[in-house]
């Protein structure tokens, strides 16, 4: 079906003129719409859910999870210049066809993070990884690697780091190059940091405890040498209130500082919960929160909230707002 987005059209009928808005799949972007339906260059659902972005070769990459209406299918990648017009550069890692593999048909693949690695000139991906039939009971992180940015990755092997759970997780890279994972275990109630070793492919031995609050979808950023982690609640699909956490070092102390989210349903962090947070090049101290608002009747037909993160009295506020876009940080 051909939907059209963003057109008017004035129907001239016998009594008068109605005003038709309707939605068109093309057509250059030029502003965010959190939880409104995002489509690619083709016209298709952007299905890339509890994803996270990688910026390489000025360009930006959306990894994502791939989700059937509730079957989760790879991960998906798609790339842009601007962050509101995305290209599907197709699956960087699909399924295997060897009902042996870990990643066969009837496992979970969620929360993919990218980042390169300069020494071994590899793209790594992590991502939470239940095995198939087993529901969320695995609870591992998998790891895959491509010497291409959009892939398709190798899938290399999985495992709980330091032998602790691992379920959500993202990846950070520090302005020194080293990579950590930070990860929800002990059935989500710690969350925890490990650094990755140097070729990114496993997890050290330096691993911490963060706090026990039993919190899940972590979600990093880093302004003036503080480092902010946003994360929420564990009510499985449905949103819950958000809580940001600040430190001085990645392994701690973290600081609990509150919800930053304001505006109509913050305490529900607006229908959504965290997945990423992406400096914007080029713009200072300008950052995007980025959430999923779960649809678990569809989930490939899950939204995308995504906000800017601004700063009063230097503490971060994630305010809801019907539509924007990166002007907002040209002043
Ligand atoms: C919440 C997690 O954050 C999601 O990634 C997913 O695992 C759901 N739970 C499943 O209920």
Known sequence: MNILRSTCFSLLLGLGSLTVQAQSTTGKQTKFTPGERWYDQNGALINAHGGGLLY???????????????????????????????????????????????????????????????KTKQYVMWF???????????AR????????????????????????????????????????????????????ITKLTDDYLSASQADTLLFSKHQEAPALFKKDGQYYMITSGCTGWAPNQASMHVAQSLFGPWKPVG?????????????????????????????????DKWNPKDLKDSRYLWLPITFENNQPVVKWVNSWNLNQWNN
């Open 259 to 291: 919800d930053p989210m304001q505006g109509p349903l913050a305490d529900k962090t607006f229908g959504g919960q965290s997945t990423y947070i992406q400096p914007v090049q080029g713009k200072k101290d300008a950052f995007i929160f980025i959430a």
């Open 128 to 138: 939470h990884l239940e095995l198939p039939g087993q529901g969320y009971k695995a």
């Open 141 to 192: 992180a998998g790891v895959a690697v491509s010497d291409k940015v959009t892939g398709p990755y190798r899938y290399v092997n999985s495992f709980r780091p330091n032998g602790h759970m691992s379920r959500d997780m993202t990846l950070f890279v520090d302005d020194d190059g080293s990579a950590y994972h930070i990860y929800s275990a002990r059935e989500n109630y710690d969350l925890r």
């Open 56 to 118: 390489q070769n000025e360009t930006y990459y959306w990894f994502g999870e791939k989700r059937g209406q509730s079957a989760s299918e790879g991960i998906n990648v798609y790339s842009s210049k601007d962050l509101y017009n995305w290209k599907a550069e197709g699956m960087a890692l699909a399924k295997s066809t060897d009902p042996q593999s870990e990643i066969a048909v009837g496992g979970l693949m969620e929360r993919p993070k990218v980042i390169y690695n300069p």
